[in-house]
């Protein structure tokens, strides 16, 4: 088992910038490749970034490449989301997740999912 608690979401207007946090406690957090997800009201759950679990592939939907990074501290058992440029579009809960892989960019491959945290941008 993987626990999952995400933290850092908020508001903040359009142009700003968050980073969420994602802390995993149980299983060696190494083995697992780690995701961000998103759903907004009304819309399917989407991925948002992936990353390997080593840090050294990541993955991130058009929308948001090139504004968010996603990033992990294995010592730490830590996965972040840095997002800058933040749009009214992001607004959404945010999920951290955990599959029991070295790699994984779907949802169906996750097993493992946090609370979710709100992150609300104004305009």
């Known amino acids: 088992q993987v626990q999952l608690v995400e933290s850092g979401g908020g508001l903040v207007q359009a142009g700003g910038s968050l980073r969420l946090s994602c802390a995993a406690s149980?299983?060696?957090?190494?083995?697992?490749?780690m995701g961000w997800f998103r759903q907004a009201p009304g819309k399917e759950r989407e991925v948002v970034a992936a990353?390997?679990?080593?840090?050294?592939?990541?993955y991130y939907a058009v929308s948001v490449l090139g504004r968010f990074t996603i990033s992990r501290i294995n010592a730490k058992n830590t996965v972040y989301l840095q997002m800058n440029s933040l749009k009214p579009d992001d607004t959404a809960v945010y999920y951290c997740?955990?599959?029991?892989?070295?790699?994984?960019?779907?949802?169906?491959?996750?097993?493992?999912w946090g609370q979710g945290t709100q992150v609300t941008v104004s305009s």
């Open positions: 997740a955990a599959a029991a892989a070295r790699w994984a960019n779907s949802k169906d491959e996750y097993g493992y």
């Open positions: 149980g299983r060696t957090f190494s083995g697992y490749a």
């Open positions: 990353i390997s679990s080593s840090g050294g592939r990541t």
